[in-house]
């Protein structure tokens, strides 16, 4: 069960990264008719919202943007930082969304930030009691699936929290990029909330596969309660 859990999570993931990836291949060899590049569209958004403490950033890889809250940097992978495609403009607005849900002290956002210390130990716990534990022999069986159960469904509520963080930044790019004028209506907007929506698959597919662990291993907490 475990094995067939583990290929349904994966096979889901990568449907969904493929999705994304095409999506943006595709419509990165769009150009936007505003001529503007990510980082311009991102320092735009900044500036009408009155966001100065904010620094823009170039880094290596393919879509390895983000935003990091606690060094308030919004961080663009090259291709979208210099590039003026409907791809890199999307992604640029969609990063610059979560710079503002952080100055609105939007909730799921103060939640997402909140929880990642916590996260973290949580992912470790995953990583290492099944090593340490079940194969090892070095915990319970009963004491090591509780452990797990209770790690997974602290991943799982992260996932949960993350998706009207990464939905509403979607929803803000859209507009703010329609209403600027920096994404042409018609065709553009249209290729440009593909790629976006595609995006938001990938955290849906986290969401779901951790679900479907957590309530594997309470299945099997509850398993082993009947079974003493």
């Keep these: 069960m475990m094995l067939l859990l583990f290929i349904i999570t994966m096979a889901l993931s990568a449907l969904a990264s493929l999705k994304v990836r095409s999506a943006y291949n595709r419509y990165s060899q769009v150009p936007a008719s505003s001529g503007l590049t990510g980082a311009q569209v991102a320092q735009r958004i900044l500036d009408l919202n009155n966001i100065r403490d904010v620094s823009i950033h170039a880094t290596p890889g393919h879509l390895t ?10 961080v663009l992978s090259e291709e979208n930082f210099y590039g003026t495609s409907v791809a890199a403009l999307g992604v640029a607005a969609h990063e610059a969304g979560h710079a503002l849900q952080h100055q609105q002290l939007y909730a799921p ?3 997402r930030m909140a929880a ?4 973290g130990i949580a992912s470790q716990i995953v990583m290492w009691v099944p090593i340490v534990g079940m194969f090892g022999g070095l915990l319970d069986y009963k004491l090591a699936i509780t452990i797990m159960a209770v790690a997974m469904g602290v991943l799982m509520l992260f996932q949960l929290v993350t998706l009207p963080v990464e939905f509403d930044a979607t929803a803000r790019a859209k507009k703010i990029l329609a209403g600027t004028g920096a994404i042409a209506p018609g065709s553009e907007f249209q290729a440009m909330s593909k790629v976006l929506d595609a995006a938001a698959l990938t955290y849906v597919a986290a969401f779901v596969s ?3 662990y957590f309530l594997y291993y309470v299945l099997r907490m509850s398993v082993a309660s009947r079974e003493d």
Aim: hydrophobic share 40%; aromatic share 10%.
């Design 109 to 111: 956002l103060q939640w």
């Design 65 to 74: 943007d983000h935003y990091d809250p606690a060094h308030r940097r919004l």
């Design 116 to 119: 990642v210390g916590i996260t």
């Design 210 to 212: 951790s679900l479907a």
